[in-house]
């Protein structure tokens, strides 16, 4: 059985539309496959009516923007009610900030001399929750740099970069009560990428866990060997799952649906403490945005 709980659609900063992202996760040879946009499921309406005949599971969820002392991270929240009204609401809140501050990296980016507008980032996006790979795209067309992960550097947007802006983000500990409040499963994505910028302490997952958390993703193409086996014996201690996703977001990532997947029996564990949602296996209906 080969799973894969972390991948993004157009819905926030992939390049496949949801339904593309169902047959392609099939026809990667997926069993299961977690739509996790950031801050927001509007993509899920659209994956679950594209799942009859794929023999694919849909595990819905989300991925949110958290900051922890000054230090940027990312939540993972499976199978959570999308209707719950506090989650709902901090939901928008995370998505309707990211265009204010997409527009401002863009000014500042300009005043750097990158000649980025906010037009071609905004066409970039579409309908989706507009994100710093959009402007990285941006920033690879007009060949400011060669790809997307180069625009990832302190000289421009990664975080504290010149042309970085902060944008709202929620207390991890709030995000994990609230996922977990709204029926959901609470894991921390990729929690070791030091390529990203500062990661949080040892410590500071220790308090997340004792607040709640489910587990933390461990398999993941930002992990090096060395930070999967100290986050694998941390989650040992700390009596967390852990996961393996690819953190797909089509053609703006060198990496494949299913490059790094889940063990059964923590899916099933994650399956068996959800009950906001559940996995859908090949049909589905409408879903809050």
């Given at each position: 059985m080969r799973i894969d709980l972390h991948t993004h659609s157009t819905a926030s900063?992939?390049?496949?539309?949801?339904?593309e992202l169902v047959r392609n996760a099939a026809a990667a040879g997926l069993d299961v496959v977690a739509l996790t946009d950031h801050d927001t499921t509007r993509g899920h309406a659209e994956a679950l009516a594209a799942l009859p005949g794929t023999g694919l599971t849909?595990?819905?969820?989300?991925?949110?923007?958290?900051?922890?002392?000054?230090?940027?991270?990312?939540?993972?929240?499976?199978?959570?009610?999308?209707?719950?009204?506090?989650?709902?609401?901090?939901r928008e809140l995370l998505r309707d900030d990211r265009v204010p501050r997409a527009r401002a990296m863009v000014d500042k980016l300009r005043e750097l001399?990158?000649?980025?507008?906010?037009?071609?980032?905004?066409?970039?996006?579409?309908?989706?929750?507009?994100g710093r790979p959009h402007i990285a795209t941006a920033m690879v067309e007009l060949g400011i740099v060669a790809s997307v992960s180069d625009a990832f550097t302190?000289?421009?947007?990664?975080?504290?970069?010149?042309?970085?802006?902060?944008?709202?983000?929620l207390d991890p500990f709030t995000?994990?009560?609230?996922?977990?409040?709204?029926?959901?499963?609470?894991?921390?994505?990729?929690p070791g990428a030091a390529k990203r910028g500062r990661t949080v302490p040892d410590s500071a997952i220790a308090e997340l866990a004792a607040a709640g958390l489910d587990g933390i993703e461990v398999d993941h193409m930002d992990h090096d060997g060395p930070?999967?086996?100290?986050?694998?014996?941390?989650?040992?201690?700390?009596?967390?799952?852990?996961?393996?996703?690819?953190?797909?977001?089509?053609?703006?990532?060198d990496v494949r649906l299913g490059e790094y997947t889940t063990d059964p029996e923590i899916y099933g564990e994650i399956t068996r403490r959800a009950t906001g949602a559940f996995?859908?296996?090949?049909a589905g209906g409408p879903l809050s945005a």
């Amino acid at each position: 059985m080969r799973i894969d709980l972390h991948t993004h659609s157009t819905a926030s900063d992939g390049t496949d539309t949801p339904a593309e992202l169902v047959r392609n996760a099939a026809a990667a040879g997926l069993d299961v496959v977690a739509l996790t946009d950031h801050d927001t499921t509007r993509g899920h309406a659209e994956a679950l009516a594209a799942l009859p005949g794929t023999g694919l599971t849909l595990v819905t969820g989300a991925e949110f923007s958290c900051a922890y002392e000054g230090i940027s991270l990312h939540l993972l929240g499976y199978l959570f009610d999308p209707a719950e009204p506090e989650l709902l609401r901090e939901r928008e809140l995370l998505r309707d900030d990211r265009v204010p501050r997409a527009r401002a990296m863009v000014d500042k980016l300009r005043e750097l001399g990158a000649p980025v507008t906010w037009e071609r980032v905004a066409a970039i996006a579409g309908d989706g929750s507009v994100g710093r790979p959009h402007i990285a795209t941006a920033m690879v067309e007009l060949g400011i740099v060669a790809s997307v992960s180069d625009a990832f550097t302190p000289e421009w947007i990664a975080d504290g970069g010149r042309a970085h802006v902060h944008k709202h983000e929620l207390d991890p500990f709030t995000a994990v009560r609230l996922i977990k409040a709204a029926g959901g499963v609470a894991v921390f994505a990729h929690p070791g990428a030091a390529k990203r910028g500062r990661t949080v302490p040892d410590s500071a997952i220790a308090e997340l866990a004792a607040a709640g958390l489910d587990g933390i993703e461990v398999d993941h193409m930002d992990h090096d060997g060395p930070t999967r086996e100290r986050l694998r014996a941390l989650a040992a201690d700390l009596g967390l799952l852990t996961t393996g996703s690819s953190d797909y977001h089509g053609g703006r990532k060198d990496v494949r649906l299913g490059e790094y997947t889940t063990d059964p029996e923590i899916y099933g564990e994650i399956t068996r403490r959800a009950t906001g949602a559940f996995p859908v296996p090949g049909a589905g209906g409408p879903l809050s945005a």
